[in-house]
C-alpha cells in the first residue's frame, strides 16, 4: 500500500466550515499529490508538492490550500467547506519522479451539508 | 471534449472469459500509459505501466499502447470473479512540473461465475 495513511477516513461538515485532511507516508517520497474523484470526472489533481516547502496547483485548486512542513506530511485544507467539494480525496505519492506513476492511499469520503 | 476517453461499462463477462478495456486519448504527447484497478470504496492500485508504443505482460494481464491510433488497451485473460473492479487508464506527456497524469472516468468490469 506504498505506506500512504490519510485520515480522517470519512467526515461529515457543515458548508463554510474549515477542514484539514491528513497524507502521511513513512518511506520519504519527494512526490505527493492531493487528487478528488467525482462521478463522470474521474480523479483529478488538486495539488501536489515535489519537496518541503515546494508545492504547485493542480487543475482543480480553487478553494483548497496544502502544506508540506515535513517530508512525510502533506495536508489538504478546504478553507470554508461547500457542497461542491463533496468527494472522495485520495492522497498519492511517485516513487520515479515528478507526475510518474502514482501509488495511492485508501480515500477520505468527506461530505459537506 | 476529454483527453482521454473510456467506456464506463458496466461490462459483464462470464469467470474464465478474456476481458478487453480499451481508452482513446486525444494529446499525441502522451507517452506514458498506465491502467489501475480500483475496488469498491478503495484507492486505485497500480497493475501495469508501459512507455511508448508496444505491449507489456505481467502474468494474466497485457498492456498494449497504440500510438499511431491513440489507443491503449489492457486484455486480462482467465478471468476471475476477484478481478470485479472499475478498471482506470492513466496517461501523461513527461516527467516533471509541467506535465500531469491525466486520467479516464474507468470502466468497471463485473466477472460472474
Known amino acids: 500500500d506504498a505506506g500512504i495513511t490519510q485520515s480522517p477516513r470519512h467526515k461529515v461538515t457543515e458548508t463554510g466550515t474549515p477542514v484539514t485532511l491528513r497524507c502521511h507516508q513513512t518511506?520519504?517520497?519527494?512526490?505527493m499529490y492531493w487528487y478528488r474523484q467525482d462521478p463522470g470526472h474521474g480523479l483529478r489533481l488538486i495539488h501536489y508538492?515535489?519537496?518541503?516547502?515546494?508545492?504547485d496547483k493542480g487543475e482543480v485548486s480553487d478553494g483548497y490550500s496544502v502544506s508540506r512542513s515535513k517530508t512525510e506530511d502533506f495536508l489538504l485544507t478546504l478553507e470554508s467547506a461547500t457542497s461542491s467539494q463533496t468527494s472522495v480525496y485520495f492522497c498519492?505519492?511517485?516513487?520515479?519522479?515528478?507526475?510518474?506513476?502514482?501509488?495511492f492511499g485508501q480515500g477520505t469520503r468527506l461530505t459537506v451539508v | 471534449q476529454k483527453e482521454v476517453e473510456q467506456d464506463p461499462g458496466p461490462l459483464s463477462v462470464p469467470e474464465g472469459a478474456i476481458v478487453s478495456l480499451n481508452c482513446t486519448y486525444s494529446?499525441?504527447?502522451?507517452?506514458?500509459f498506465m491502467w489501475y484497478r480500483q475496488y469498491s470504496r478503495k484507492g486505485p492500485e497500480l497493475l501495469m505501466y508501459?512507455?511508448?508504443?508496444g505491449n507489456k505482460e505481467d502474468g494474466r494481464f497485457t498492456a498494449q499502447v497504440d500510438k499511431s491510433s491513440k489507443y491503449i488497451s489492457l486484455f486480462i485473460r482467465d478471468s476471475q470473479p476477484s478481478d470485479s473492479a472499475t478498471y482506470l487508464c492513466a496517461m501523461s506527456a513527461r516527467t516533471g512540473t509541467a506535465s500531469k497524469l491525466t486520467f479516464g472516468t474507468g470502466t468497471r468490469l463485473q466477472v460472474t461465475l
Open positions: 508501459t512507455y511508448s508504443s
Open positions: 498519492a505519492i511517485s516513487v520515479v519522479g515528478l507526475n510518474t506513476e502514482a501509488f
Open positions: 508538492s515535489y519537496g518541503v516547502k515546494d508545492t
Open positions: 494529446n499525441s504527447a502522451f507517452q506514458y
Open positions: 518511506e520519504n517520497h519527494r512526490y
